[in-house]
């Protein structure tokens, strides 16, 4: 059962001269969960969730955020959220914990900020400046500046664009953290592994629509699609004879590379015994089951665009 809606937007939109970036969407984000907005660059992701943060006014439609209107009660919830924006800068000579101690200063209620530096891994970067810090640091550092009112929902926006994977996967070890500490946390991201990894729930928009919305898991089996065994020939063999493969319902061929799909559990084995059986050649073979990417290339027709 979903906890009490903290999030409330009903028919949002909001236009940049003739282009629609929001084009009437709802939605609601419950309490204590970590809620996703996916799609590509463009789709009107940050736009709304500037509106929801008071930072952009909607051209129509309402916005609740903890009983709040953005609009009119600006003051209050920017008390009562912490906000990671997608581009973000410091003064490069400012160091980390006079960034904490300023930011503190901003608010009626904030926590103790050394605390965060010791729960971010930033206690050893307090004396350092902003421009000797790396990319991964940095956005520990604006993660800390969300958090330094105790706010009860947190907003990242694209927090993990330009990281190295070993960072991005830190940054998602931090949201996890975050979330088990009572607050809950709205991103979002064009990564689709990262939503699958992260969310609760998903919503999937496009140009400036909202297309699906549902959990992760609900999303790709609603797509109803199988496993894929991909492999590399090391024989010139003709692709034809896969399509004999029992349970293979569709075979694409790229160049030596083979990918046969399947929704039955007995493919895998059924394209080895073929394999071996036929006396072809292979290496590289591995199984990929659908993701979050497979429902977003099917709902919207075409690629991420990055």
Known sequence: MPGQSVVKVNTLCKRYGKVKSVDGISFEVYQGEIFGMVGPNGAGKTTTIECIESLRRPDA????????????????????????????????????????????????????????????????????????????????????????????????????????????????????????KGKTVFLTTHFMEEAERLCDRVAIIDCGKLIALDTPENLIRDLKEGQRIIFTLQDNVDPAQFHRIK????????????????????????????????????????????????????????????
């Open 61 to 180: 439609g309402e916005v609740e955020v903890l009983g709040l209107d953005p609009v009119k009660d600006h003051k209050q919830l920017c008390e009562r959220i912490g906000v990671q924006l997608q581009e973000s800068s410091l003064p490069d000579r400012l160091h980390v914990d006079e960034a904490l101690d300023l930011f503190s200063s901003f608010y009626r209620k904030s926590i103790n900020w050394q605390e965060l530096l010791l729960d971010l891994g930033l206690q050893e970067k307090a004396r350092n400046a902003y421009v000797n810090l790396s990319g991964g640091q940095k956005q520990r550092l604006f993660i800390a500046l969300a958090l330094v009112n105790d706010p009860e929902i947190v907003f990242f926006d694209e927090l993990t664009t330009g990281l190295d994977p070993q960072a991005r996967r830190t940054m998602w070890e931090l949201v996890h953290r975050i979330r088990d």
């Open 247 to 306: 349970y293979a319902e569709s075979v694409a061929v790229s160049s030596d590379r083979i990918t046969i799909s399947g929704s039955s559990d007995h493919l895998i084995s059924e394209v080895v015994n073929f394999l071996t059986g036929n006396g072809i050649h292979f290496r590289d073979l591995r199984t990929e089951q659908p993701s979050l990417e497979d429902v977003f290339l099917k709902l919207t027709g075409h690629q991420v665009r990055n």
